[in-house]
């Protein structure tokens, strides 16, 4: 019987072409040996925009069934549906049993059934291509049911939003309940006096009767004599009398080692009663004297009649042995102990070999069968029938105490296993949920969640990281593997040498060197043919001597000023000329002479040649420059020489660097040591390029934070460090500048700040390696394939974890 969840939901797809509306929908948990559990999904499709139903004969439904974060894939079926003779409406079973005998599910379902998918309790699904991260279902977790469509034309549409499936008590008969099986389950019994109800059981564990039923099962109760452990009862110890004692009660007195015991008439030891005795009378097997027979009257030996014949006893000879007797006249051997090599090809007698003690013996062999209340065996050996091959079941050396194991009253079903409760009690079970006990050989702690303390056998230093530890990683001390900071230092060659030089010159850098597999300190050197255009800050020019063409100064000077040659000759230096008396301003032989010691003179005559222009000429003369136009020369505008800058030739503009800005093309040759940038701002010394140091000690030396938009890639066609493209917090590895191939390790931390070690393929090949360590001959010793499939000392791992040749 199903009860609906009574939800009415409505949908509108929110693509062009379709509008779906769910009329009801319910989750209904069945009864065993009923249908498998089931999702019905009813509803109307209408065009979009319109109350036209969507009319389709050839429509498909793709059904999927989510965890609640969405990137679980736990159920995928496909069903085709024909809206045309419904007129728009449909009506769909989502589910199906596993294995599918349907065929309504899809490839690409994971196989799971819907008992587990909607079960909640000691559940997990692994890692696969659709759930990558796997799942763990928390109490309370719902599933979401997400609807697709294929109609005949066009591509497939997904309606939103997923609906959220929450299971809830709606059968009468379940097959489960909380992942426990009706054999699982204690059951209610109102029949009888002894029935088994919450009343009952509440007398039973009170705080009276638990204690003392805990002292009865732990085997310390004093209400009840004890087995002791050599077929023993201990009796209560007393020293004297017990006081207060009852008929019937018996005790051990400690003070005269006797056994006693309480009747109506007092305390009472008991013995061996002799009184009364007139004779004693040899019976068969007795002897009074020599014999045969005979009785005791008063005093006398009482022997036994000792030999093979009827009527007399067998005596062990010398060396501990029985003499021969015919085995027809054996119909049970009683005993406490029977020793040596007992060899049985039938019966004996037709009866069987009774004990109350042992059967000890070096072998027991029976050609039929052995049977025995309690076997007590070193080995027992199950050899093959007609051969010399067996299997040995013995117990381990270590074992101190009993270990009892009751075996299942039927086999097991197919890919079933034995597991044992806490008594030792076997039975059937089948593997679904992750191991338990105790981890060995390199993990620690309890499954399912063990911790890693050695990889294959190199310990792991203990403790966990913390916030503060980020950026570490775990590094080969030479004891263990310790949570350090990863270190330029920590690069090493394939034959465990630094990679990186310890110190290099301020004019050199680093370079990789194929020969050495490591890195190399190598002058820094830029030839004039690698400066072929760019614009060079004024500021970062370099101070040139005036004895080798410069000027000497590091700064500009002030308005109007010009530069010339200071008054010791040594160096050039700005000047401002001050006009007055006795400054003269004359022509000299291609230049312009300024002194300061002319006589002066009048302006008798000026005139000027287009486009300057003379008023006054002969007494206060008054010189113009007309503006330049189409048809005129004269002087520039602002806009003008806007304008005149544009049309200039790429030569006039690239060939020189005039001013902070500009650009150039061909070289810039500049003398050794020659650049320096402020005091260590860049500087070029001996050959290296030193940022923020005047002293460069490497090919590049940078003093303080350095970034690099790109890849920073390390010999000719190698190794390739970048920034991940998904995670910019990592530093990625490649083999390749521009297409990489083989895989990416990286280093780095994720946006919850915990620190990451990534190794990533580029392939999803399942039967490839995401990573792999091997030894100097070659030999893979650890590989993790693209599926998750981890292989300790082999090269194909069965599952998630195989570890050849055990572990230690």
């Given at each position: 019987?199903?009860?609906?969840?009574?939800?009415?939901?409505?949908?509108?797809?929110?693509?062009?072409t379709?509008?779906?509306?769910?009329?009801?929908?319910?989750?209904?948990?069945?009864?065993?040996?009923?249908?498998?559990?089931?999702?019905?999904?009813?509803?109307?499709l209408?065009?979009?925009?319109?109350?036209?139903?969507?009319?389709?004969?050839?429509?498909?439904f793709?059904?999927?069934?989510?965890?609640p974060s969405k990137?679980?894939?736990?159920?995928?079926?496909?069903?085709g549906?024909?809206?045309?003779?419904?007129?728009?409406?449909?009506?769909?079973?989502?589910?199906?049993a596993?294995?599918?005998?349907?065929?309504?599910?899809?490839?690409?379902?994971?196989?799971?059934?819907?008992?587990?998918?909607f079960?909640?309790?000691l559940?997990?699904?692994?890692?696969?291509?659709?759930?990558l991260?796997?799942?763990?279902?928390?109490?309370?977790?719902?599933?979401y049911?997400?609807?697709?469509?294929?109609?005949?034309?066009?591509?497939?549409?997904?309606?939103?939003?997923?609906?959220?499936?929450?299971?809830?008590?709606?059968?009468?008969?379940?097959?489960?309940?909380?992942?426990?099986?009706?054999?699982?389950?204690?059951?209610?019994?109102?029949?009888?006096?002894?029935?088994?109800?919450?009343?009952?059981?509440?007398?039973?564990?009170?705080?009276?009767q638990?204690?003392?039923?805990?002292?009865?099962?732990?085997?310390?109760?004093?209400?009840?004599?004890?087995?002791?452990?050599?077929?023993?009862?201990?009796?209560?110890?007393?020293?004297?009398?017990?006081?207060?004692?009852?008929?019937?009660?018996?005790?051990?007195?400690?003070?005269?080692?006797?056994?006693?015991?309480?009747s109506?008439?007092?305390?009472?030891?008991?013995?061996?009663?002799?009184?009364?005795?007139?004779?004693?009378?040899?019976g068969t097997?007795?002897?009074?004297?020599?014999?045969?027979?005979?009785?005791?009257?008063?005093?006398?030996?009482?022997?036994?009649?000792?030999?093979?014949?009827?009527?007399?006893?067998?005596?062990?000879?010398?060396?501990?042995?029985?003499?021969?007797?015919?085995?027809?006249?054996?119909t049970?051997?009683n005993?406490?102990?029977?020793?040596g090599?007992?060899?049985?090809?039938?019966?004996?007698?037709?009866?069987?070999i009774?004990?109350?003690?042992?059967?000890?013996?070096?072998?027991?062999?029976?050609?039929?069968?052995?049977t025995?209340?309690?076997?007590?065996?070193?080995?027992?050996?199950?050899?093959?029938p007609?051969?010399?091959?067996?299997?040995?079941?013995?117990?381990?050396?270590a074992?101190?105490?009993?270990?009892v194991?009751?075996l299942?009253?039927?086999?097991?079903?197919n890919?079933?296993?034995?597991?044992t409760?806490?008594?030792?009690?076997?039975?059937w079970?089948?593997?679904?949920?992750?191991?338990?006990?105790?981890?060995?050989?390199?993990l620690?702690?309890?499954?399912?969640?063990?911790?890693v303390?050695?990889?294959?056998?190199?310990?792991v230093?203990?403790?966990?990281?913390?916030?503060?530890?980020?950026?570490?990683?775990?590094?080969?001390?030479?004891?263990q593997?310790?949570?350090?900071?990863?270190?330029?230092?920590?690069?090493?060659?394939?034959a465990?040498?630094?990679?990186f030089?310890?110190?290099?010159?301020?004019?050199?850098?680093?370079t990789?060197?194929?020969?050495?597999?490591?890195?190399?300190c190598?002058?820094?050197?830029?030839?004039?043919?690698?400066?072929?255009?760019?614009?060079?800050?004024?500021?970062?020019?370099?101070?040139?001597?005036?004895?080798?063409?410069g000027?000497?100064?590091t700064?500009?000077?002030?308005?109007?000023?010009?530069?010339?040659?200071?008054?010791a000759?040594?160096?050039?230096?700005y000047?401002?000329?001050?006009?007055?008396?006795?400054?003269?301003?004359?022509?000299?032989?291609?230049?312009?002479e300024?002194?300061?010691?002319?006589?002066?003179?009048?302006?008798t005559?000026?005139?000027?040649?287009?486009?300057?222009?003379?008023?006054?000429?002969?007494?206060?003369?008054a010189?113009?420059?007309?503006?330049?136009?189409a048809?005129?020369?004269?002087?520039?505008?602002?806009?003008?020489?806007?304008?005149?800058?544009?049309?200039?030739?790429?030569?006039?503009?690239?060939?020189?660097?005039?001013?902070?800005?500009?650009?150039?093309?061909?070289?810039?040759t500049?003398?050794?040591?020659g650049?320096?940038?402020?005091?260590?701002?860049?500087?070029?010394?001996?050959?290296s390029?030193?940022?923020?140091?005047?002293?460069?000690?490497?090919?590049?030396?940078?003093?303080?934070?350095?970034?690099?938009?790109?890849?920073?890639?390390?010999?000719?066609?190698?190794?390739?460090?970048?920034?991940d493209?998904?995670?910019?917090?990592?530093?990625?590895?490649?083999?390749?500048?521009?297409?990489?191939?083989?895989?990416?390790?990286?280093?780095?931390?994720?946006?919850?700040?915990n620190?990451?070690?990534?190794?990533?393929?580029?392939?999803?090949?399942?039967?490839?390696?995401?990573?792999?360590i091997?030894?100097?001959?070659?030999?893979?010793?650890?590989?993790?394939?693209?599926?998750?499939?981890?292989?300790i000392?082999?090269?194909?791992?069965?599952?998630?974890?195989h570890?050849?040749?055990?572990?230690?």
């Amino acid at each position: 019987m199903h009860r609906p969840l009574n939800s009415r939901s409505f949908f509108k797809f929110l693509r062009e072409t379709l509008g779906l509306v769910f009329a009801s929908l319910f989750l209904g948990t069945l009864a065993l040996a009923a249908q498998p559990q089931a999702t019905s999904v009813d509803g109307r499709l209408y065009r979009k925009g319109t109350t036209q139903p969507l009319r389709d004969s050839g429509l498909v439904f793709i059904l999927q069934i989510l965890n609640p974060s969405k990137n679980c894939l736990l159920y995928e079926e496909e069903q085709g549906y024909d809206t045309e003779l419904s007129n728009g409406y449909f009506s769909l079973k989502v589910g199906s049993a596993a294995p599918d005998l349907t065929g309504k599910r899809t490839s690409g379902d994971p196989g799971y059934s819907m008992d587990k998918i909607f079960n909640n309790t000691l559940n997990n699904f692994p890692a696969v291509p659709r759930c990558l991260a796997g799942y763990t279902p928390a109490d309370g977790d719902a599933r979401y049911l997400r609807v697709s469509i294929r109609p005949t034309t066009g591509g497939v549409e997904t309606l939103a939003p997923d609906i959220t499936l929450s299971s809830v008590p709606s059968a009468m008969v379940a097959e489960s309940i909380g992942g426990l099986d009706r054999s699982q389950i204690l059951n209610v019994s109102n029949a009888g006096a002894n029935r088994v109800d919450m009343a009952h059981l509440e007398a039973l564990f009170n705080t009276t009767q638990l204690p003392i039923l805990n002292a009865l099962l732990g085997g310390t109760s004093s209400l009840y004599v004890q087995n002791g452990s050599n077929n023993t009862i201990t009796v209560p110890g007393v020293s004297g009398n017990a006081s207060s004692a009852s008929a019937g009660q018996i005790w051990y007195d400690t003070a005269s080692n006797q056994l006693k015991y309480q009747s109506n008439l007092g305390p009472q030891t008991l013995g061996v009663a002799g009184a009364g005795i007139t004779s004693v009378t040899a019976g068969t097997g007795l002897n009074v004297g020599a014999g045969p027979g005979g009785s005791i009257t008063s005093t006398g030996t009482l022997n036994v009649n000792v030999g093979t014949g009827a009527g007399q006893i067998v005596q062990v000879q010398t060396g501990g042995k029985l003499p021969v007797l015919d085995g027809s006249n054996l119909t049970h051997l009683n005993g406490s102990s029977i020793e040596g090599n007992i060899s049985i090809t039938g019966t004996i007698n037709s009866g069987a070999i009774t004990s109350s003690g042992n059967i000890a013996g070096a072998n027991l062999t029976a050609t039929n069968s052995v049977t025995a209340n309690d076997a007590r065996l070193n080995a027992l050996r199950v050899y093959k029938p007609s051969t010399t091959n067996y299997v040995e079941f013995v117990a381990d050396a270590a074992l101190s105490s009993q270990v009892v194991f009751t075996l299942p009253t039927a086999l097991g079903t197919n890919g079933q296993v034995l597991q044992t409760d806490a008594s030792g009690k076997l039975s059937w079970t089948s593997i679904s949920n992750a191991p338990g006990g105790s981890a060995g050989g390199d993990l620690g702690g309890n499954y399912p969640n063990p911790s890693v303390n050695a990889v294959r056998g190199n310990p792991v230093a203990a403790g966990t990281l913390a916030v503060g530890d980020t950026g570490k990683v775990y590094r080969w001390s030479g004891t263990q593997f310790e949570a350090v900071n990863f270190g330029v230092d920590d690069l090493r060659t394939e034959a465990g040498l630094q990679q990186f030089a310890t110190n290099c010159g301020a004019d050199q850098t680093l370079t990789w060197s194929t020969i050495t597999d490591a890195f190399a300190c190598t002058t820094i050197g830029i030839a004039g043919a690698q400066i072929t255009s760019g614009t060079i800050n004024a500021a970062r020019l370099p101070t040139i001597d005036p004895t080798k063409g410069g000027t000497g100064l590091t700064a500009l000077g002030t308005s109007n000023q010009v530069l010339g040659v200071n008054n010791a000759g040594s160096s050039m230096e700005y000047k401002s000329i001050t006009g007055g008396a006795g400054v003269t301003i004359t022509h000299s032989a291609g230049g312009i002479e300024v002194s300061a010691t002319g006589s002066g003179g009048t302006v008798t005559n000026v005139t000027g040649s287009a486009p300057i222009s003379v008023t006054n000429n002969n007494s206060t003369p008054a010189i113009t420059i007309a503006q330049a136009s189409a048809t005129t020369n004269g002087y520039l505008s602002s806009t003008d020489w806007t304008t005149f800058n544009s049309k200039a030739s790429t030569a006039a503009l690239n060939d020189y660097v005039l001013k902070a800005g500009d650009t150039m093309t061909g070289a810039l040759t500049l003398p050794s040591n020659g650049l320096a940038v402020g005091t260590n701002q860049l500087v070029v010394s001996g050959g290296s390029v030193g940022i923020g140091t005047a002293s460069p000690g490497a090919n590049l030396h940078v003093v303080g934070n350095a970034q690099v938009t790109g890849d920073l890639r390390i010999g000719s066609n190698s190794l390739v460090i970048r920034q991940d493209t998904v995670n910019p917090s990592q530093i990625q590895f490649a083999n390749h500048i521009t297409t990489p191939v083989g895989v990416y390790a990286g280093f780095g931390t994720s946006a919850s700040s915990n620190i990451q070690v990534g190794i990533k393929g580029n392939t999803a090949d399942a039967t490839k390696d995401a990573l792999n360590i091997t030894n100097s001959a070659s030999t893979q010793l650890f590989k993790v394939r693209n599926d998750g499939s981890v292989g300790i000392g082999t090269t194909s791992p069965q599952g998630r974890l195989h570890i050849a040749g055990g572990a230690a």
